[in-house]
Nanobody
Framework: QVQLVESGGGLVQPGGSLRLACTAS????????IGWFRQAPGREREGVSC????????YYADSVKDRSTISRDNAKNTVYLQINSLQHEDTAVYYC?????????????????WGQGTQVTVSS
């Protein structure tokens, strides 16, 4: 019955920003580590950013570090991923995922529950 829903994707010009949101029904995201992953056509799914369930330790892929922020809003039961300075290479379907492990690595095989994804397209 675990259901994750992503939102906030869309068409953005290079240099623009997006804030993606991940929400859950029927359970609290506070109890889960949350990961953001993306998959572009012809490429493997890769970890973008992950946040632990204990003290909020975070991970960012080299490709997005210094321009991204992952955060929790406990009151809204939502995890956000803000990405600034978007580039063509950021175009992908972005997925959020959850696992009860307190501090996993940001690898897709570690996550048990997945949303359906939200499309991010960076284009002029």
């Amino acid at each position: 019955q675990v259901q994750l829903v992503e939102s906030g994707g869309g068409l953005v010009q290079p240099g623009g920003s997006l804030r993606l949101a991940c929400t859950a029904s029927e359970f609290s995201l506070n109890d889960y580590a949350i990961g953001w992953f993306r998959q572009a056509p012809g490429r493997e799914r890769e970890g973008v950013s992950c946040i632990s369930s204990e003290v909020g330790s975070t991970y960012y892929a080299d490709s997005v570090k210094d321009r991204s922020t992952i955060s929790r809003d406990n009151a809204k039961n939502t995890v956000y991923l803000q990405i600034n300075s978007l580039q063509h290479e950021d175009t992908a379907v972005y997925y959020c995922a959850a696992v009860r492990d307190s501090h996993p690595f940001c690898m897709s095989y570690q996550y048990d529950y997945w949303g359906q994804g939200t499309q991010v397209t960076v284009s002029s």
